[in-house]
């Protein structure tokens, strides 16, 4: 068994997929995965399960069996969301208020390419094979720049978490 984080992609997002943390909770111990945590309302999960089986498959399908309805799972080790963290470029007074628009897939080093020519006041962002780095001196809600922005330019499916919660389901892991 080995201990993995799961990112759920949309759930909860303006009365949409509307997912109760503790369904989602039975839903992954239906699969038969144990010590199953949730952390906050947006799909966060921590939990242990058998090596080399496909999670974000496992649980995504179940989820459709379910409710009726697709929602992109990406799951990773502990240890691959550290890394996520430690890559970071920014100073660690922006690292603290930055976005981790965490990637499916990786994009095509073209529409990165593309991606990079595009400038926002305030805004920085870095693209890795595995992370958009996103930190905005603007006011929540007034960037340009958004996971959408960031999924349509990448031609990827990506979920956005802050600093905070990816530090808190690294502790929750351990």
């Not at 939990?47 to 799951?75: C, N, R």
């Not at 001196?137 to 007034?142: A, V, W």
């Not at 960031?150 to 892991?173: C, D, G, H, P, Q």
Request: with cysteine; net charge negative; hydrophobic share 35%.
């Amino acid at each position: 068994m080995a201990e993995y984080i799961g990112f759920l992609r949309g759930i909860n997002v303006g009365g949409h997929k509307k997912v109760l943390m503790k369904d989602l909770k039975s839903l992954v111990e239906s699969l038969g995965f144990t010590g199953v945590r949730t952390y906050i309302q947006s799909g966060n999960l921590v939990f242990s399960a058998e090596e080399g089986l496909d999670h974000s498959g496992l649980i995504s399908e179940k989820i459709v069996e379910k409710y009726g309805w697709e929602v992109p799972v990406l799951v990773i080790s502990p240890t691959e969301v550290q890394e996520i963290l430690d890559a970071c470029p920014f100073p660690d007074t922006q690292k603290e208020k930055s976005y981790f628009m965490l990637l499916y897939q990786p994009p095509l080093t073209t529409d990165i390419e593309t991606t990079l020519n595009f400038e926002s006041a305030g805004e920085i962002f870095y693209i890795t094979p595995k992370c958009v780095y996103f930190y905005s001196e603007l006011p929540s809600g007034k960037s340009r720049l958004s996971n959408n922005f960031f999924e349509r330019k990448l031609n990827v499916i990506a979920t956005t978490r802050n600093y905070n919660t990816l530090k808190k389901l690294l502790e929750m892991s351990n």
